[in-house]
């Protein structure tokens, strides 16, 4: 019986092909088209050639061609490419949350998440007098770690937890996510100095082994900004921390044992992959720059740095959201290869309601069956050596070192937030996401293209957010030790009255904001849903499909989906034989708009006729070519829809005309 190893090997059979003779034979199949056009990427802050060969890595830093590259990511001591599988618990129902809380545990999850109302419109009530104990529980806390999210909220939660956990020992990587410069970032308090100083008190005082000091840079991805963007401000937000504690007598070795940095991840795979390894390449660099600075002998390699990653609620949807469920698929493999220690998957319906048991279990098992079948966990560091993935991390490092660099030139993060210059920076970026979002350069399957004709999502989502009033505050009294959080926390009647005694307060400075690209998009269908309503049925947009078979079923499925994304009632048929028969059943349909589908060179003969058909209807109908009028100087219609219209503003303008009310721009 023959065994592998006496088996020949295989790559004589195979010669090499040099990069010249691949470039030959790409630009044989790509005929006409311009090679850079079609290689070569700009991906999220970045631009680089797609195809890459193996000399491509010999000009990285952390790449040595001639060796296996090492890991970026330390294996665990389950598997070589071990994560913790995270589970938040966001429920505003307590009893609901510890249900969802002890069936994540029972099902599979190994960490905790614990997200309060201060960071979530659906999250665990801080109105609760003893929130941590009546979510978890009889939880073993020997069994599961806790991460407490909430910005200023999450020192409260973990006094809150020190005094349910009665001083026993929590496990180690415990998390408390306060940033003191994300808090900052986002306009809460307490200011700056007392922010440092609350900082200060949980890196010297928490129990060993929690993590208490957090970069945060999920404040930059929801506002925005670019996977540079998320590394240059994690790099700024970790060098302000460190200059503030180190001034208030933190030693560099305690703060290097409390940090922890939380990351979102987008759909973009190969860049969500490639940001979390950089990450480990950079913030090792910014704490080599303050132990030089202080003489201090620590040493941090990138696999010493601990990572938190969620998948992106930036990038969800409110329409279709079973697709949410493919994003956060592909964002949790791109974060697991990317070499993150714990990850936590957002249900598929978090931005409609709180996750009940469903969703919640969709969310964990996606990690379980990358885990226990896809065997995401069999190799440490499996995107190192790949000469794309290996590129990209390179390339997105040094523009983000770049970026920090001009920053600290500037005074650093927090001075670039009370200055402004970094709301500027990101609203340009965020600018640019919208608009390619809304003119459909950026497919949002769902939302922007392949709408659900038959969905309506408006009885689904919850109220409005309420604003978040302002905490007045005569004096800025220094925030309390840690045992002085606890003693508050034990006397008063809830977990919200202590956290207003954090001085919360109203930036004097833009505070960030929490952006989705597809929410303008999604206010125009719910609009029209509204008016559906209030109406009693949605505008009809009527498609005459005419002529010749390809173009007029082309341009069909392209009228369907154009008018589906602002919810209209599209009325679809296969073809009309004359422009008379599609007039005729357009006013059986009480159409609002009809939309003739057809060749270019057969509408100077199809238009006229039908829009006198139609003109004969009471009221008459709008008529629409689906086709460029461009190249259509002499035909006549109401309006005209091809791929170069700009999808929110066309789609917005036939709303005014089919009596749909706009709000004013904001």
């Given amino acids: 019986m023959s065994t592998s190893s006496s088996l020949a090997p295989l790559f004589e059979e195979f010669p090499p092909v040099s990069t010249d003779e ?38 990285l830093a952390h790449v040595d061609p001639e ?36 069936t994540a545990v029972q099902r599979g999850a190994t960490d905790l998440g614990l997200v309060p109302d201060h960071a979530s419109s659906s999250g665990l009530p801080l109105s609760s007098p003893h929130l941590v104990a009546d979510v978890l529980g009889d939880l073993d806390l020997d069994s599961v770690r806790l991460h407490l999210e909430g910005g200023p909220a999450a020192p409260v939660l973990f ?53 208490s000091l957090a970069v945060d840079t999920r404040v930059y991805h929801a506002a925005g900004g670019t996977a540079v963007h998320e590394l240059a401000y994690a790099l700024g937000a970790l060098s302000d921390a460190l200059a503030h504690l180190l001034d208030r ?15 979102a991840v987008s759909p973009r795979y190969f860049v969500g992959l490639a940001k979390l390894r950089a990450l480990r390449l950079l913030v090792p660099q910014v704490i080599d720059a303050y132990a030089q600075d202080r003489a201090a002998s620590v040493t941090v390699g990138p696999n010493d740095v601990f990572v938190q990653a969620e998948t992106s609620r930036r990038a969800e949807t ?72 290996e590129t990209l991390t390179d390339k997105l490092a040094r523009a983000a070192w770049s970026e920090f660099q001009s920053l600290e030139t500037d005074g650093g993060l927090l001075e670039g937030l009370q200055t402004g210059t970094v709301q500027s920076t990101l609203s340009q970026s965020r600018d640019r996401l919208q608009q390619h979002v809304n003119d459909r350069s950026e497919v949002v399957v769902g939302t922007n293209h392949y709408p659900n ?68 998009l999604e206010a125009l269908r719910l609009r029209t849903e509204r008016h559906a309503q209030k109406e009693g049925r949605a505008p ?30 599209v009325r679809e048929h296969i073809r009309f ?52 009028p461009d190249a259509l100087p002499d035909v006549p219609a109401d309006a005209f829809i091809h791929r170069g219209s700009p999808l929110l503003d066309t789609l917005q303008q036939f709303q005014r005309r089919l009596g749909i009310a706009i709000p004013s721009a904001r």
């Avoid at 885990?371 to 966990?377: K, M, R, T």
């Avoid at 004969?616 to 086709?627: F, K, N, R, T, Y």
């Fill in 22 to 59: 691949w470039y030959e034979k790409i630009r044989a199949d790509l005929g006409p088209r311009d090679l850079e056009d079609v290689l070569h990427w700009d991906t999220n802050g970045v631009s680089m050639p797609a195809l890459r060969r193996r000399e491509d890595l010999a000009g």
């Fill in 67 to 102: 060796a296996d590259p090492p890991p970026l990511s330390a294996p665990s001591a389950s598997a070589p490419n071990g994560w913790r599988v995270r589970q938040d618990i966001r429920h505003p129902d307590v009893d609901t949350a510890r249900r969802l809380a002890e």
């Fill in 159 to 211: 006094a809150d937890l020190l005094n349910t956990v009665s001083d026993a020992p929590l496990l180690p990587d415990t998390t408390v996510a306060f940033d003191p410069v994300g808090t900052q970032a986002q306009g809460l308090g307490p200011p700056p100095a007392h922010a440092f100083d609350l900082a200060a008190t949980l890196a010297t005082s928490a129990p060993e082994g929690v993590r």
């Fill in 249 to 263: 007598g933190c030693s560099l070795s305690t703060i290097v044992s409390r940090l922890h940095v939380l990351v």
């Fill in 318 to 389: 409110v329409f279709d959201p079973y697709v949410n469920m493919l994003r956060s698929t592909t964002e949790a493999m791109a974060a697991v290869l990317g070499g993150c220690d714990v990850l936590s998957v957002r249900p598929y319906d978090a931005i409609l309601r709180p996750a009940e048991n469903f969703s919640s279990r969709i969310a964990r098992n996606t990690q379980l069956i990358l885990e226990h079948e896809s065997h995401f966990d069999a190799v440490a560091d499996p995107a190192a050596g790949s000469y794309y993935v």
């Fill in 453 to 520: 004709l038959k969905e309506t999502r408006l009885d689904d989502l919850d109220a409005s957010e309420p604003p978040t009033e302002d905490v007045p505050s005569t004096s800025a009294p220094a925030p309390p030790s840690l045992s002085g959080l606890r003693s508050a926390v034990a006397e008063a009647s809830t977990c919200a009255s202590v956290a207003d005694q954090l001085q919360w307060t109203a930036a004097d400075y833009e505070p960030l904001p929490s952006i989705r690209p597809s929410e303008e």
């Fill in 540 to 569: 009809v947009v009527f498609l005459a499909p005419l002529g010749p078979t390809g173009p007029r079923s082309a341009r069909a499925t392209f009228a369907r989906n154009f008018f589906g994304v602002a919810g209209f009632d």
């Fill in 577 to 628: 034989d004359a422009p008379s028969d599609a007039a005729a059943s357009a006013r059986d349909a009480t159409a609002d708009v009809v939309v003739l589908c057809s060749a270019d060179p057969k509408y100077p003969d199809l238009a006229p006729p039908l829009r006198a058909a139609l003109q004969s209807h009471e009221p008459s109908p709008l008529l629409v070519i689906a086709g460029n």
